[in-house]
């Protein structure tokens, strides 16, 4: 009879062990289902700060991760299989190519910009084409940064392109053009209008626009939703409303 009760003692202590296994699982899901990825262009980085704070007013238990960088390398990163949830880009081509090989199940276009040329405070130069080697212009690498795109294609159309390759220095993201221009390793370089400012309305230091330049077509930043969590929708459906319009307008975004 004792050894009967141990027994069921010690199966007792099993089934207690497995219960509580399977509720710390539990409370791991749902933990993780409440996380939400966004991977963002760099130009996003301080706006996406205001958006997250408003989108937490409604979503207080949500966390966002954000990962920031060129919006080639975030569509390659999720064609990888990346956890990511929404992509926000800087152009539509990255977004377009992932619904076209049904990585992201819809899309919208939730801002405009416009692109610049910055040089840095005391330079003397007057216009692009008084950049000339050993000088450097940064501009985003080609392949993998909208605004390095937009860059050449500006370039090109004022015939500047085949004078200039020389001069050019490349950078992984926009934010890293401000940088050479800023610390003045680059005498002028490409980003975005909204790169000018600092949050909303503090202007960033040691940078100056020198001119626009304007493109055939207007540059629109869309945005891929990757999963279908609960999340990650509530998250492009705040991309769409009233508030998050007018944070974005706030840092400067065009509508």
Not at 84 to 108: C, G, P, W
Not at 156 to 163: A, P, S, W
Request: hydrophobic share 35%.
């Amino acid at each position: 009879m004792k050894r009967f009760l141990t027994l069921v003692f010690a199966l007792l202590l099993v089934l207690a062990g497995c219960s509580t296994e399977s509720n710390q699982d539990k409370a791991k899901k749902e933990t993780e289902s409440k996380t939400l990825t966004v991977s963002a262009a760099a130009s996003l980085t301080d706006v996406s700060k205001a958006l997250e704070k408003e989108f937490k007013k409604k979503h207080p238990n949500t966390n966002i991760k954000f990962n920031y960088g060129g919006s080639g390398s975030l569509r390659k990163q999720v064609e990888a299989g990346a956890d990511v949830d929404v992509l926000m880009s800087a152009n539509t081509s990255d977004v377009d190519k992932l619904q076209d090989s049904k990585k992201v199940k819809e899309v919208y276009d939730y801002a405009k910009n416009k692109l610049i040329i910055i040089k840095y405070e005391n330079s003397s130069i007057k216009n692009i084409k008084d950049v000339s080697a050993p000088n450097k212009v940064a501009i985003g690498e080609e392949k993998s940064v909208p605004a390095g795109r937009y860059a050449v294609e500006y370039l090109k159309k004022e015939d500047l392109y085949n004078g200039m390759t020389s001069t050019f220095v490349f950078a992984k993201d926009v934010k890293q053009v401000l940088n050479y221009v800023q610390k003045e390793n680059a005498e002028a370089g490409f980003v975005y209008a909204t790169d000018m400012y600092k949050g909303k309305d503090k202007k960033v230091d040691n940078v100056v626009k020198l001119a626009d330049a304007p493109l055939d077509h207007p540059i629109t930043y869309r945005a891929g939703l990757v999963t279908d969590k609960k999340e990650a929708k509530e998250w492009f459906e705040f991309l769409k409303s009233k508030e998050a319009k007018e944070i974005l307008k706030e840092y400067h975004f065009e509508g």
